[in-house]
């Protein structure tokens, strides 16, 4: 049986981030990879997507982006071939078209079982992905059989859909987006929507998410959030690149707002009667956000260098919100499940689940040796962000690095 | 945590402090939040009935409420009946209305704001043509709920309305009201 140092599960920009902190300290590794370098980013993204950061925001290690475009958003496309330019240049050791299937303890360290034979190593890094399965409601089942179901991991273009109407379930960047652009196509599109993060692209002349970063709110550590269970299971904000995208901007083009999709009963779509609370305490939380950039703006003396504070429209809800739907009456053939993901951890065999076996971890630390990157504020808020992925391998490889030391002595 | 630093403590008589503790324990201990809360409803003639609360499941055993309850419903004359109580649909309006003001008062004592009133207005919009067989396609419940919130505080307006929305989030009744559920009736 190979053994290893340390095995990284996944060849993305978090597996290629920490290969490189781990080459820099010596400890010999590999990265197992199911498909090819940036698998889920070219095989599970949709055509137009781009990222939601700013380019200045989404470099690899070693890599800080500097172009003339550092505020321009890449599409996924250019953040492909990124990542294969960053492998190539750092030659990093992967493995590809290798399936994990098991992992189980094995003395002080772990046996890796793949498709392509056992591995046996020290230390584990997962880096698969937060964004592996797409996390669609149990009553999914009880749609008609002849409706077409997507995933924002499975839609790649709005011609792909039937010609009928569409159901987009869910209000985060995934949803909005595609209700806009299966709209666009000339399909009418309803959108269901839940609790939701509402965020203007800019304000006051910058991106709002260049604001989170100035007023250090994207790097508070994760041990000093309040409830840090409930911040990791915050819906992601509604941005898209460049424009600004919200449920005024959706209604405007002809998409119908209607509350959260509850259960589908008799091969109808029931909705809940909240959306005009969901969308209250979206505008409110929005608001919360831009008035501390107001006060951090005034208390640094900087009113002048800005243009003034500003509120934006509260979401238009409609008077009376569509209870349900009935998919064969009104010509609906499409819903795209838009409701987030799942990781997917299902090859690890130890008891480091909670009870809705969700991951537990700390920072990233799942037990001794095992580490996790890429989940929702896994170290801090921008740990989703490129960039942020690179800060949480090197503080990761640094903890790794010394936890071997450390049992070298013993 | 917005809390905020205040002469005197706030207090709406709300024991957050307990609360917030059942909520750390319990959220090791799955079964013991599993409760089932229970009436007992007996027709007194006419469209009139009285119901009693006595006690729920709840923390894995039985419980018992201080005192005995009773709720009696009725009809107006307006539909022919002798108007002993609320009507029933009257009464899931005084339900909501409490939910969420039982939330407004614990949220704002969370986020340390003091309340000094609050008065809710619940209206609920029903056309009869649903109860009374004529259409069809008219619902029997509320085509439409409002709900107004009077508040007088130490906060904002904007926090006043954050509170609002947040009991609205955790309310029991705003849910059974807004989503669809499952009514199972049978007969012994």
Known sequence: MKHITTVIIGAGHSGLAMSRELSLRGVDHVVLERGQIANSWKTQRWDSLHLLTPNWMNGLPGMSYCGADKDAYMSVSRLVSEIHRF????????????????????????????????????????ANGACAQPAIPSFAVELPRY???????????????????????????????????????????????????????????????????????????FDQMDDIDRVRRTPSPGLVAEHQLDLNTLTEIGV?????????????????????????????????????????????????????????????????????????????????????????FNWLNLPVFDRKARLQHHGGLVAQGLYVMGLPYLRQRKSTFIAGASEDAHALAAHLRCNLDQRLVA | MQMQQQQTPVDNGVNVDALMGAREVLRDAPAAAQFTWRAECEWMGGVHSRSTVRGFYGL???????????????????????????TPVEIVLSALASCLSAGVASVAQNRGIQLHSVKATVEGDMDIYGILGVDADVRNGFSAVRVNFDINADASQDEIAAVVSQSQKRSAVFDIITNPGNVKVTVS
């Open chain 1, 87 to 126: 492998a190539d240049y750092h030659q990093t050791p992967v493995q590809t078209e290798t399936t994990v299937l098991a992992i189980d303890p094995l003395g002080d360290g772990y046996r890796v079982q793949t498709d392509q034979g056992a591995i046996t190593c020290q230390s584990v890094v997962m």
């Open chain 1, 147 to 221: 409706i077409r179901q997507l995933t924002p991991l499975s839609y790649k273009r709005p011609n792909d859909l039937p010609g009928g109407k569409a159901l987009v379930v869910g209000a985060s960047a995934s949803g909005l987006q595609l209700a806009q652009e299966i709209q666009a196509s000339g399909r009418q599109v309803t959108l269901a929507v839940g609790n939701h993060v509402r965020l203007p692209r800019r304000y006051r002349r910058a991106d709002i998410l260049h604001w989170l970063d100035t007023l250090g709110l994207s790097e508070i550590p």
């Open chain 1, 256 to 344: 119908e707002i209607a509350g959260r999709l509850e259960m589908i009963r008799d091969e109808t779509a029931l909705f809940s009667g909240s959306l005009e609370n969901k969308c209250a305490a979206a505008d409110l939380k929005m608001n919360r956000l831009l008035q501390t950039i107001d006060d951090w703006i005034a208390s640094e003396g900087f009113e002048e260098f800005f243009p003034p504070s500003q509120r934006f429209a509260a979401t238009r809800v409609p008077d009376r919100p569509r209870l349900q739907l009935n998919f064969a009456k009104e010509r609906f053939e499409s819903v795209i499940w838009a409701t987030g993901f799942r990781p997917d």
């Open chain 2, 60 to 86: 894995g055993e039985e419980q018992a409420h201080d005192k005995i309850f009773t709720v009696d419903a009725d009809h107006p004359p307006q539909f022919a009946a002798s108007d002993n109580g609320a």
